[in-house]
């Protein structure tokens, strides 16, 4: 995949650690470092899950036609993406925070339902 599909992830995700990085070393409020924390481990293991999901589709040409059958297109890393958000909105966490349920699932399996 293209790095340029993958760009406005990888620069929300290269904002959130460069405003981070300055409230650490601002010593800023620890509520606020640890929300920024937790939204880029979110962020980083969406974007490794789109990444995963966008390789078994491309290995797998019937996965891709379950996304087609859902109005997106396998195709497309937006749409693979989004495809892997809503599904994560879903998770039964668990006891888990966010990010590392969306590590532990297989949004290939959640295609094939």
């Known amino acids: 995949m293209a790095e340029s599909e993958q760009s406005e992830y990888l ?15 601002g010593a800023g409020d620890p509520v606020l470092i640890d929300e920024f924390t ?5 962020l980083e293991s ?14 797998d040409p019937e996965l891709g036609q ?10 497309s890393f937006k749409d693979v993406y989004s495809f892997v958000y809503d599904a994560a909105m879903e998770i039964d966490l668990q006891g888990r925070d ?12 959640h295609l094939r339902r």
């Open 66 to 75: 379950s996304l087609l059958l859902r109005g997106l297109s396998p195709h």
């Open 46 to 59: 969406l974007l490794l899950a789109a990444r995963e999901l966008d390789l078994q589709l491309k290995l």
């Open 98 to 109: 966010l990010a590392r349920a969306v590590g532990e699932t297989d949004f290939a399996d």
């Open 11 to 25: 620069e929300e995700i290269a904002d959130l650690r460069s405003r981070l990085a300055q409230l650490v070393e």
């Open 38 to 42: 937790i939204e880029v481990r979110i």
